[in-house]
């Protein structure tokens, strides 16, 4: 196996043990919340051994810090809505949406930047849009089986909604200049700070195996960023191959591992949504 293919399996795996992770903490009375905290002390630390040598010089140059506040509001909150996806919708439902966010950055890009749309680009919006329908929908059994047929379609909904927001500012934070390292640094840091002032204020019973568990789970987060910029790096001429898989793999494994582990179920059109995700992303790039 290859250096590049090898990284994108790292990062594959990483990204579904994020959500295997999630799955567990569940029960137990683990609060998600302080595991989300440590999670980004240990990204924030890990980002600065490898990448920030140097944290205070490369800080003193981000003049972006309005929109990295706003990522670092954004991203402990889209991680919550995960773990509640991941909770009442599962493990193959969350992960099809947080990959298919990646169409509203299209949409936008479409609907607000003016950017040409092709025939095959808009096939792949229709059927993403289609693939989201149909993985939302949840028989009104099962919904309440899970807590709540609403809340089996709308933690979803919202991680698609938080992760394409996401993804639209971080490219806005691209545009300002700023060195993606430095300010994936300065985000990390802002959201481990917002977080501790949000448990401080909600007087949080502070859970050492929480915290514990968030170590692993940081541990995780950050192995699928560094993996995935590994694979980029070890693939330069297939940057599409590697988005593509990336995605696709998410996706595969995260099915396999929910039908498998967790004996979650899908109906026909959910399995119909599923077809749909997967078409929509292999469209979105025509070299492969």
């Known amino acids: ?115 040409a749309l092709t025939q095959r680009r808009g096939l792949a919006v229709l059927a993403a849009c289609a693939a989201l329908a149909c993985l939302l929908n949840r028989p009104g059994a099962s919904g309440k089986s899970e807590g709540g047929a609403g809340q089996g379609w709308l933690w979803p909904l919202s991680v698609w909604v938080g992760y394409g927001v996401i993804d639209i500012l971080f490219k806005r934070l691209a545009q300002t200049g700023t060195a993606f390292t430095a300010g994936l640094l300065g985000i990390f840091v802002l959201a481990a700070v917002l977080m501790l002032l949000y448990l401080l204020f909600a007087r949080a019973q ?51 591992i929910g039908a498998v582990a967790f004996r979650e179920t899908l109906s026909r059109v959910n399995l119909l949504g599923l077809v749909l995700a997967l078409a929509a992303i292999a469209a979105m790039m025509p070299s492969i």
């Open 206 to 256: 502070w859970q050492m195996r929480t915290l514990a568990i968030g170590l692993v789970l940081g541990a995780m987060n950050f192995a699928n960023i560094y993996t995935y910029i590994k694979a980029h790096q070890s693939l330069p001429n297939n940057p599409a191959l590697v988005f593509a898989s990336m995605n696709l793999g998410v996706i595969a494994l995260g099915t396999l």
């Open 1 to 115: 196996m290859s250096p590049g293919l090898f990284y994108l399996v790292c990062s594959v795996c990483c990204s579904v043990i994020v959500s295997v992770l999630l799955k567990f903490m569940r029960g137990g009375g683990v609060d998600l919340r302080q595991a989300i905290f440590s999670n980004y002390i240990v990204a924030a630390v890990l980002c600065w051994l490898i990448y920030v040598p140097s944290p205070v010089r490369e800080l003193q140059r981000i003049h972006a810090w309005p929109l990295m506040l706003t990522l670092a509001v954004l991203l402990p909150a889209v991680f919550i809505a995960l773990g509640q996806s991941v909770r009442y919708a599962g493990i193959v439902r969350s992960e099809v949406a947080q990959r298919l966010s990646l169409f509203i950055p299209l949409l936008a890009a479409f609907a607000l930047f003016g950017e």
